[in-house]
């Protein structure tokens, strides 16, 4: 996916200067793995061959995107990918109804400053991130925001070396996540503008929360006093206001079942076209869950360990459903926005498929 919106540093919703978070992503993102010309060469080749063949068996095991074209992979290096991502998120927040500058010359002044100031934030975040995304698909990229599936070429190298497992299965089990990612938001025709609306709503309501929760201040500090959150979402949320929560918890459900969808599918794919399939499982879900305590600090902070439980919620929810009424009846969540599993669902899949399939 494109952004964690958990995590996403906004703050209060006041604009960012893309350029100075361009800039600045790019001086800051290390350099990758040094490797060969040739070598390069043949990594390239390797991602976009296996986006290409990817996507068939995404299609041929869970039923969908019959006949539509299979478009190329951009495969790209680390500043490649904060270009994009800046790109994405841009337009992901084109229609999002966030405050202007202030009236006046020091408004103005402010305003700039203000901008550059979370332009220098998102640029420290996507030097972080730039360093370890492997893949994505960016429903909001590419020509015309038609959508564009990014491979990061370094990162893939350095997490093969990393893991010490054979090349061309690791970048075929890679493909296979992100081109699920794909075949979710151009099989199921109404996906993207839901989820850019429901993006738009709820940066549109960071306003109205702060405001809102001066007012809860004190019964917000008797909270935390009372049971410290357990983790950075708890503390978020208790800020939202009602109707700004209710948003979040659709994205968060949302979010969750395709990090959960893209993970069972390519587990169940793999082991048919990936022979060491278990053997990468294995250790990438180590090195997930691993690093240096600074590392793992810098997860927390950036919302990146959030992440990695949707994709263990979201497995788990759609193992689930799988097992109890076969991907026929998992397909019914793309039916509508109604069919949707609600935050509650994640973790009681059988109240979905109640719902849904009564």
Known sequence: MTVDLTSAPRGTGLPVDWGVAIATGTRLVPAGPAVSPAEAAAEVARLREGARISEGHVRALTGLGAGLPVPEADVVDRPGWIHSAV???AALLA???LPGPPDGIVGSTVGRVTRSAAGLQMGTLLAFLGSRVLGQYDPFGGP???????????????ARQALEVDGDDFALWVCLHEATHRLQFTAVDWLRDHFQGEVAAFAGGFDRSASGAVDRLPE????????????G????????????????????????????HAEHVMDAVGPAVVPSVATIRARFTHRRRGGSLVDRLLRTLLGVDAKIRQYEQGRVFVDHVVARVGL???????????????RAEITDPDAWVARVHG
């Open 87 to 89: 790109d994405g998120i």
């Open 95 to 97: 229609d999002a109804p």
């Open 144 to 158: 015309e925001q038609a959508g564009r599936l990014l491979l990061v070429a370094p990162n893939v190298v350095a």
């Open 220 to 231: 917000i500090v008797k909270a935390i006093r009372r049971e410290p959150p357990r983790d």
């Open 233 to 260: 979402m708890a503390l978020v949320e208790m800020f939202q206001g009602p109707e700004q929560r209710a948003v979040l918890d659709r994205l968060l459900a949302l979010t969750t079942l395709l990090e959960g």
């Open 328 to 342: 026929d009846g998992l397909n019914a969540v793309w039916t509508s926005p109604d069919t949707l599993p609600r």
